[in-house]
């Protein structure tokens, strides 16, 4: 194989985040920390109302506060060039200060510019509209019937349609996931700081500098070379970040109309209706099996809510077309429009939702057999995908079976749903697992030796916290047979070379392979310097040459090979909670997840990734619901004290394992992402888990005490 | 938020005197206040920062303890007298909030701190509490967190203290000071029910100052327990909390005290249970008639009629802790 390993400068446990000493000193400058000269400050101001128009507008009394240096509304907003038309469905991201309408609660209707925070903030207060309203509609169930087949889903049929129903055993079940609002804990924010008519700086919160780049100059017709994106490091983004919002358009705008640099960083409240969130989702899963436990049949249909102005899909009912070897599979996914801001990815995106429904469907179908759920899980395990035929490039799922099964010690649970007790305490297992496509894309990366030995990786990808510059230094390390403190990585910047947007658990594997490329050219190169020999001693290679360093700029992509396989990660999650019979609380006791992520590139940053989606997982069981007051069609716990997601007294020890089998067709490293099953199928297992404490199934997320009481 | 005078006095005198002004209100560790101003809920003309006045102090008393207060919410929850005589003091301090909110947070601010409704805190709603007659958006809207105890038609909204909740268990008194001079007052009788002034949460005047509390010597010190139902272990207002406390003598009950809280727009101290509980035995089958006997007269709306089951087991269970049944 190419991953020949030179020597081993990285310890087995893996490398220390490299940025992990900036990032707890306070040394690390994320978006809204620059200092830019005569940077004054933005606050946006949301509309009350949550469908209509807006009647009028008064300005007057906020243009006159203390420090006010605009305020922009659909009435002066300057012209942006890249607005072709007003907001209609599926034309791209609400399109802002356009014009009058108001799609949702919360919609900005102004931007307040003052020379400071403080200012602007009081300003923004004092902004006051006039609507006239319209009827809304922000319930989702209650509008189920107003959803459409989005022309990106189509149903899905495999054999024969609902055959789950002809089946000698049958469960038919709907489960619902509420809204879960993005909430990184770094806000979002940006500075745009014009240089010139056509020329624009912006320090940014995004997963993507290059589609930033993009967006900022189609929308303000500028060339993108001209267009300068800066986001080194990110506090957290899950998916948020993804795109480029209205308020970073809203924000250049209003540089260019203030012509001064102007700072927007959103607050708290902001966010629950700026940057996206996992849509509220109906589900209904039939499962139809022999006595014996093999699967006759999967139907899964979906709901989720969208927007008015965008038709937002993702892969819910994916996850049943390709998790088990089911002969009959069909799926429909809806989407209903709502007056809500529209969601976005947030990690495991879809899947997630429709493994919670499929994972626990899973569970209780075991139940209804009396068989043992991962059993019951392997007698229906795929040997290829189901749903292009091919062979897997890899697949260890059983193996991490195993694995979590005597990690949390599976052998201890009882078939029979609330015949454990601890201290008082009903106690309960449960699984869940998960599946996520295994990509690798296009990146390019300069590799730079310099005299003293240093070596600089450059790639414009952002690293949002699940350590991509730690996994580019270790396979850096490792190819070059250097030690990792030699390697400086830089990121996060628009200017730096091409490489894919952070999500999709695709950047270990497209950067990684392009790291681990370039320094195969590198290498090459110093070969070529060395008459053909091996040496690693690079800096008295460049000497003995006279060189003050050595360089290559390598673009990397997978091989054709690719397409012959199917490629996915796999995870499966185990949780052991324990119940009060009286009062409903449920603690996690254990939670072990296990990934078949192909080798670890880095194992502590891999680790922590496994251990932060699991978290998420767990709050999705247990906490996060974003609340619409449905007469007002406004959010009623849009801040930190409300909306809940776990603390550490939530979470126990969580422990992540790993197959840590390379995958040998994707990529050199035998690396696939592991970003999204982190959390993929963990709020199943939650829910089977309270199941099995209680003997209660609560197909309703979160599940709070009041519904186990 | 508006902008607003600050002052700090050096002496009671001077602080009496400031807050008679109007307009102006007293300010102690501000996390209740601070937010709602920023919220716009409330918008003072001045601010009386009383800080400086010599109320931190926790002092034993001959019948009982003194709690200043100014005294620092961790500073109570870990003080050697108070873990010593009242426990479940220090168990609901530690029920409520953060370890950095109860470091800034005080033991007057605290029996001050206004209710987490919703509706109270976004300025866009109806709420006859922050602007009387304006309607209540609770009593049809989401009403999870609300009142199943002492309701009117104007408001639903609870006090979301946990402290409160176990000094109103211990018997305290509220020790008040206005230009008059001194005023002592049952800590049950502090705060009041909505009834047609949701706007008033208690019976302190607008010139007064609370200067501590007194806490009485008891027996309850053995068999105490705070119980503090969430939804999640911390940093979450109770759904219901109770706090139990027991004078047991060879398993036999001599004296009881309870008072839920989320249940109310005050501490709810729950006297017929109490009563009837002295001279029973310890029992779980006791300690559920009881706490059915607690739930008379309890009201559910929409979304929080989970309460009327979630409280008489919280009463259950904390009855059963605190007379270490478990
Ligand atoms: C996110 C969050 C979560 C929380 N969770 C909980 C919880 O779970 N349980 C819980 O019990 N609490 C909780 N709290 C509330 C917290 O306990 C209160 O904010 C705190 O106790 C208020 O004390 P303070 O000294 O900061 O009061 P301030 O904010 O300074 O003042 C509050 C009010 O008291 C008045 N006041 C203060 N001192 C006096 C005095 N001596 N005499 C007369 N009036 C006075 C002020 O004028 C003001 O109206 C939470 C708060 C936050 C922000």
């Known amino acids: 194989m190419e991953s020949k390993i030179l020597n081993k400068p990285i310890p087995e446990e893996g490398l220390s985040r490299v940025d992990g000493r900036l990032k707890v000193t306070g040394k690390a400058k994320y978006s809204a920390e620059y200092d830019v000269k005569g940077v004054c400050y933005g606050v946006m101001v949301g509309s009350t109302i949550t469908k209509g128009n807006i009647k009028s507008i008064e300005t007057k009394t906020a243009e006159r506060a203390p420090g006010v240096l605009a305020v922009i509304t659909y009435l002066n907003c300057p012209n942006i060039p890249g607005y072709h038309t007003d907001n209609q469905p599926d034309k791209g991201p609400l399109k802002i200060f356009i014009d009058d309408k108001i799609y949702f609660n919360g919609q900005p209707i102004a931007l307040v510019i003052a020379d400071t925070y403080e200012r602007a903030l009081f300003a923004a207060s004092l902004v006051k509209a006039d609507y006239t309203k319209d009827q809304h509609q922000t319930d989702l169930k209650a509008n189920l019937s107003s959803g459409f087949s989005p022309s990106k889903a189509k149903d899905y049929l495999r054999g024969q349609e609902d055959a789950y129903k002809l089946a000698p055993v049958k469960i038919e079940h709907e489960y619902t996931l509420p809204t879960e609002v993005h909430n990184p804990m770094e806000l979002h924010a940006i500075i745009a700081c014009w240089d010139a008519d056509d020329k624009i700086t912006v320090w940014d919160k995004t997963q993507g500098v290059k589609s930033t780049q993009r967006v900022i100059a189609q929308a303000f017709k500028l060339p993108p070379e001209n267009v300068q994106v800066t986001a080194p490091f990110v506090g957290g983004a899950f998916g948020a970040a993804l795109r480029t919002w209205p308020h970073e358009i809203a924000a250049v705008a209003a540089a260019k109309l203030v012509k001064r640099p102007v700072k927007l960083v959103l607050s708290r409240a902001d966010m629950f209706t700026s940057v996206g969130y996992r849509p509220h989702t109906w589900q209904k899963v039939g499962l139809g099996a022999t006595a014996d436990g093999k699967l006759v049949g999967i139907t899964h249909e979906a709901s989720g809510q969208t927007s008015v102005y965008e038709n937002f899909t993702e892969g819910v009912v994916n996850i049943s077309q390709l998790m088990y070897a089911s002969p009959n599979v069909n799926t429909r996914y809806r989407i209903v429009p709502l007056n809500v801001n529209t969601p976005t990815p947030m990690r495991g995106p879809g899947e997630a939702t429709g493994a919670y429904a499929l994972e626990s469907a899973m569970d209780?179908?075991?139940?209804?057999?009396?068989?043992?759920?991962?059993?019951?899980?392997?007698?229906?395990?795929?040997?290829?995908?189901?749903?292009?035929?091919?062979?897997?490039?890899?697949?260890?799922?059983k193996e991490a079976y195993q694995l979590g099964a005597d990690k949390i010690g599976w052998s201890e649970r009882s078939q029979k749903p609330g015949s454990l007790t601890k201290d008082g305490w009903l106690v309960g297992y449960g699984m869940g697992a998960g599946m996520f496509g295994a990509y690798r894309s296009n990146a390019t990366v300069t590799a730079r030796l310099m005299a003293d030995g240093t070596l600089f990786l450059q790639t414009s990808v952002t690293d949002i916290g699940p350590g991509t510059g730690t996994a580019m230094a270790s396979i850096a390390a490792e190819s070059m047979g250097i030690s990792p403190e030699k390697i400086r990585v830089e990121l996060g910047d628009s200017a730096l070379p091409p490489s894919p947007t952070q999500g999709g658990s695709q950047v270990t594997s497209t950067v990684g392979a392009a790291v681990f490329d370039a320094c195969k050219e590198l290498k090459d190169k110093f070969r070529q310097l060395d008459g053909g020999a091996d040496s690693t001693d690079y800096t008295a290679l460049l000497q003995k040459n006279k060189l003050q360093k050595l360089e290559v700029t390598t673009a990397s992509k997978g091989s054709a090979a690719m397409n012959n396989y199917a490629a996915f990660s796999w995870s499966v999650h185990f949780i052991q909670v324990y119940v009060n019979p009286n009062t409903g609380v449920v603690k996690v006791n254990k939670a072990i997840s296990v990934a078949d992520a192909g080798h670890i590139v880095s194992p502590k940053t891999a680790a922590s990734q496994i251990k932060g989606g699991s978290i998420m997982g767990i709050g999705m069981a247990l906490m996060e619901e974003a609340v619409i007051d449905h007469r007002y069609g406004r959010l009623v716990n849009n801040n930190f004290a409300d909306y809940h997601m776990p603390v550490q007294a939530d979470i126990p020890q969580v422990e992540a394992l790993f197959v840590n089998k390379p995958d040998p067709y994707l990529n050199p490293m035998g690396a696939k992402g592991m970003g999204e099953i982190a959390t993929i199928g963990v709020a199943a297992a939650v829910a089977n888990a309270v199941y099995n404490a209680t003997g209660k199934r609560i197909r309703e997320l979160p599940i709070t005490p009041d519904k186990l009481i | 938020m508006k902008q607003f005078q600050y002052t700090r006095p050096s002496t009671q005198q001077m602080a009496l005197d400031a807050i008679s002004k109007p307009g102006a209100k007293i300010i102690a560790g501000g996390t209740n206040l601070v937010d709602l101003m920023k919220r716009g809920v409330t918008a003072p003309d001045k601010l009386v920062d009383i800080n400086h006045l010599p109320l931190k102090n926790i002092t034993p008393t001959h019948t009982g303890l003194h709690i200043g207060s100014l005294a620092l919410n961790s500073v109570v929850s870990e003080n050697e007298l108070v873990l010593q005589k009242f426990p479940l003091l220090s168990m609901a301090l530690k029920a409520g909030a953060s370890p950095q909110l109860r470091n800034m947070a005080t033991v007057g601010g605290n029996m001050m701190q206004r209710t987490r409704c919703t509706y109270f805190y976004d300025t866009t709603m109806p709420c006859n509490k922050r602007e009387p007659g304006t309607g209540c958006g609770a009593m049809e809207g989401f009403n999870r967190m609300h009142a199943i105890f002492g309701t009117s038609n104007q408001c639903i909204a609870v006090n979301p203290s946990d402290m409160c909740v176990g000094l109103a268990a211990l018997d305290a008194v509220v020790i008040i000071a206005g230009r008059k001079g001194e005023r002592r007052i049952p800590f049950t009788e502090f705060h009041r029910l909505p009834e047609d002034h949701p706007e008033i949460d208690n019976h302190l005047a607008k010139d007064e100052l609370i200067i501590g509390v007194e806490i009485p010597d008891n027996n309850f010190?053995?068999?105490?327990y705070y119980l503090k139902v969430r939804d999640r272990q911390s940093y979450a207002f109770a759904l219901v909390s109770v706090a139990a406390a027991l004078d047991i003598d060879n398993g036999v009950i001599k004296k009881a005290r309870l008072a839920m809280g989320g249940v109310a727009h005050k501490p709810w101290r729950l006297f017929d249970a109490e009563k009837w509980l002295i001279g029973k035995p310890i029992?779980?089958?006791?300690?559920?008639?009881?706490?059915?006997?607690?739930?008379?007269?309890?009201?559910?709306?929409?979304?929080?009629?989970?309460?009327?089951n979630l409280a008489p087991a919280t009463i259950n269970e904390a009855l059963k802790h605190a007379a270490g049944l478990v």
């Open chain 2, 221 to 224: 010190a053995k068999n105490s």
């Open chain 2, 283 to 308: 029992s779980e089958e006791n300690f559920k008639q009881a706490a059915q006997m607690a739930m008379a007269g309890a009201k559910g709306y929409e979304y929080n009629s989970f309460k009327l």
């Open chain 1, 364 to 397: 209780e179908l075991s139940y209804a057999l009396n068989i043992d759920p991962i059993e019951l899980r392997i007698r229906n395990h795929a040997d290829s995908d189901p749903l292009s035929g091919k062979p897997y490039s890899s697949k260890f799922l």
